[in-house]
């Protein structure tokens, strides 16, 4: 596999449900971003990791739990959503934080999420 | 206030001509980039052309060019010789050079369609 992966690619889920988003990606990148795309808004960062360390929360509600085991695996644990919280999620990886402004961000195909 | 605007929400092209996609950024740092990406309906976001601050000469990656006018803090993304295949979104992005690295924002996105 090449590229950055995101499974799975959909995923309809109640309110009172858990489950989880996987990232995965393999160009070596140490920084790993997650992203909701809700229509016609802007794509909203959630989350920033590198070399595995949290260094970016944007007042994500707890409901959205990240986890970055190590720096080519991130995850994006789901509980007790609400229905507004439907979008496409988004992960993407760049080489580490501190490689200036060209510092490119390679993205995933995302999970349609849908909250029933 | 928006940092990045896209002011044309959908744009039709004939094949085989050229189409330019509007981006106005707003920011007060000398040093930025800028970045166009391509997402098609797979959902998959593609990075395609970089420009820098600083950079004198204009962006071109292949059919791709980066008509860059700091001035009027306008980053507009021209595509030669359209396809078919470009039919997609467009979302313009800027990186500013904060402390800690990792301020990226985007527009709202301009959907094309290339008419054959």
């Known amino acids: 596999e090449t590229g950055v992966t995101q499974t799975p690619r959909h995923l309809v889920m109640g309110m009172t449900n858990k489950k989880s988003l996987k990232c995965e990606q393999h160009?070596?990148?140490?920084?790993m971003y997650w992203y909701k795309q809700s229509a016609k808004k802007p794509l909203e960062l959630m989350f920033v990791y590198n070399f595995k360390e949290q260094t970016e929360n944007n007042s994500v509600p707890s409901r959205f739990s990240p986890e970055c085991p190590n720096s080519s695996h991130l995850f994006l644990h789901l509980h007790t959503l609400q229905p507004e919280d439907s979008a496409l999620y988004l992960c993407?990886?760049?080489?580490?934080?501190?490689?200036?402004?060209?510092?490119?961000?390679?993205f995933g195909p995302g999970t349609r999420l849908t909250v029933l | 206030a928006q940092k990045i605007t896209q002011t044309q929400p959908g744009m039709f092209v004939q094949e085989k001509e050229a189409v330019t996609l509007d981006c106005t950024y707003d920011t007060s740092d000398q040093s930025y980039g800028l970045f166009w990406y391509k997402q098609p309906s797979s959902g998959e976001m593609i990075f395609l052309i970089y420009?820098?601050?600083?950079?004198?000469q204009n962006a071109t990656e292949g059919r791709y060019s980066l008509n860059f006018q700091k001035a009027r803090k306008s980053a507009n993304l021209v595509i030669s010789a359209s396809q078919l295949g470009d039919s997609a979104m467009y979302f313009c992005?800027?990186?500013?050079?904060?402390?800690?690295?990792?301020?990226?924002?985007f527009g709202t996105g301009t959907s094309l369609t290339v008419i054959p």
């Open positions: 992005a800027m990186r500013e050079a904060t402390v800690a690295g990792n301020q990226f924002y």
């Open positions: 993407a990886s760049s080489q580490d934080l501190a490689s200036g402004l060209t510092d490119t961000q390679y």
């Open positions: 420009q820098g601050s600083y950079d004198e």
């Open positions: 160009l070596g990148h140490n920084a």
